[in-house]
């Protein structure tokens, strides 16, 4: 008991911490590999196949998880101690849905085309449940500035697995990259073909599951006992 | 006999995880054991079988263009369509609350091992993706959106006992130690998905 009150002595009142303290950067980074939302946390699966075929709307919307996830994530936070509990899932789906019709709109502004190719799933962004999951398991409990921090990490760790499906889906799937190409016609002549499996839904399944396989093997700690 | 068209079509042939890759999330990480997947997947066809009737009449009534012309005829140009994602995901967080509050009282247990995910039904894709495909569809009658709602809770059900019983089995495999858990789940529901497409192109 005694060794107690000597390691903790009388806190002085909590200097304020830096913007960019070495705990609020682990927010932003560890999205990006340890607690990533797609291959640890499990969330926000769905859109990660479906917008995947072509890398041009999966980056737009790694755009769009990542607006709505840090602003909801900041308003949530900053009212977080007025909602009632028992109807908190309302009160963030209603805000998270403002936020995704603001997005919606913009993007129908000034993307029309990419827009239309995301057509469904920019108003299922409501339901990724990644925005979801941070606003329960984060910025219920924390300030503002830290909730914003974990909505950009994980909107971007989101974007990084988003980005890199939908590279190796583009690429064998169509030969192109960002809509350019990349697999000159001379391979195609010597008899290579497109392989229109990696377009079907089924493989990007399987790639994010070799995705897992690859993290995990250079992260060891992130193995799972079962 | 339409409404068993719908009723098969919804469970296997339009499978709302194996053809629209919906309500992922929850299913690969409730998938572990069979009974909390049991439990899960009752709970989502709970939610569908009640919300998606639910979202049928706000659609029919309230949100299509010219719904509202039972309040009064001036209302007949009115449009309200624009405010469909607001209105069913309030409706279906609102149930999804009811089932929460239902479960933690009468399943304490099922509620622990549930977890993050029963308020995550809220945003299981699949609830708010099988409102709005009964949007896009224009069933005619309450009755094929009930069946529609029904028969997508049942089809999601069967992809997760499924999968979790072949988790239950996996366990005594030896899989290398980095793929287990999530990657291999991940790799099997995508061969899992693969056998049902198998069912696509089949007409009713």
Known sequence: MNTETIATPAKPKKPKEDLFSPKNRRLLYDPLNDTNPITVQVLGICSALAVTVKMKPSIVMALAVIVVCAFSNVIISSIRNIIPNRIRIIVQLIIVATMVILVDQFLKAFVFDVSKQL???????ITNCIIMGRLEAFA???KPWPSFLDGIGNGFGYGLILVIVSMIRELFGSGELMGYRIIPDS????????NSLVIMPPMALIIVGILIWIQRNRNRKLIESN | MEHVNIFIKAIFI????FAYFLGMCSYLAISKTVKSAVGLGLAVIFVLLISVPVCYLLEKYVLKAGALEWVSPDFATIDLSFLSFIMFIATIASI?????????KYAPALYTSLGIFLPLIAVNCSILGGALFMQEREYATLGEATVFGFGSGVG?????????????????????????G???????TGLMAIAFMSFMGITL
């Open chain 1, 119 to 125: 057509s469904v799933f920019v108003g299922l962004i």
């Open chain 1, 140 to 142: 219920m409990a924390n």
């Open chain 1, 187 to 194: 391979i195609y002549k010597m008899g290579y073909f497109n």
């Open chain 2, 14 to 17: 339009e499978n709302m995880i």
């Open chain 2, 96 to 104: 999804v609350q009811l089932v929460e509050m239902i479960v933690e």
């Open chain 2, 156 to 180: 999601w059900f069967l992809a997760i006992v499924a999968l979790s019983a072949i988790r239950e089995k996996l366990r005594y495999s030896n899989i290398p130690a980095p793929l287990r």
């Open chain 2, 182 to 188: 999530l990657g291999i789940t991940f790799i099997l």
